[in-house]
């Protein structure tokens, strides 16, 4: 079981979708939340869209007023990095479109310079303008240490709701579980990446297209990023998100916090 170095970024609302041909042992590096449950206002005010020429792209975490975490390989595709000026996020809403939020572009992109495709996909953004905070626009923590081994670990996009299906206007999020590293190499991913934490979850449910760089939490701190899915969306296998523990001191100094 070997992972493809190839990221893939998945554009919709309107925006061109490039897709890889994976095997169903190979991660697809575009998740969304199949099997999700609408979130409540103010249950995730961290979670942002990542929008590309007013797209939704991606997913993203609040770090600070004026900076935000998501997934590499939403702006970067080979050796080409996305011009910051074709990037907006929106902010402090639940719906996609016509639930109000705060919208601002983006003024500087930062990819993690380890990233090849396999592990460290992670990006921070600058902001033009710092956002307004309120109930539904907050910062989260970054986590310190991964979760326990089979602790509940909260995901949440705007991601499709299923492998060929549609993303979702409302937020949507869902419950899986951290698999511990060596069981995951065992089972599932022999060349796991150092930065990369596996998260499990039953048939018909986890991350899918457009939930890219989205939050995983647990106990109200960000613990991972989403990277990629096996063998396409709400398959019984874990969803690959990257470990902030692991990755914290390049996401602060290049988040300034």
Known sequence: MS???????LLLLGTASVLAKHNQSEPDWSPRIVGGTKAHTGQFPH???????????????????TYILTAAHCVKQGNNVTPARQLSILAGTLKLSGGGGETRQVAAV??????????YDVAVLRLTQPLNFNDNAKTISLATEDPPSDASVYISGWGAI?????ISND???????????DTCKRQYLPRLAETTMCLL?????????????????YEGRLVGVASYVLGGCGRAAPDGYE???????WIRENAKL
Do not use: M, W
Request: some cysteine; proline content about 5%.
């Open 3 to 9: 992972l493809p170095l190839l990221s893939i970024f």
């Open 171 to 181: 937020l949507l999020y869902g419950q899986v579980k951290y698999l511990a590293r």
């Open 47 to 65: 979670q942002i869209s990542l929008r590309k020429r007013g797209g939704h792209a991606c997913g993203g975490s609040i770090l600070s007023s």
């Open 243 to 249: 470990r902030v523990s692991q990755l914290r001191q």
């Open 201 to 217: 979850h039953e048939a018909k449910k986890g991350a899918c297209y457009g939930d890219s760089g989205g939050p995983a939490t």
């Open 162 to 166: 299923s492998n060929s299906g549609p």
């Open 110 to 119: 930062h990819v993690h310079p380890q990233y090849k495709g396999d592990g």
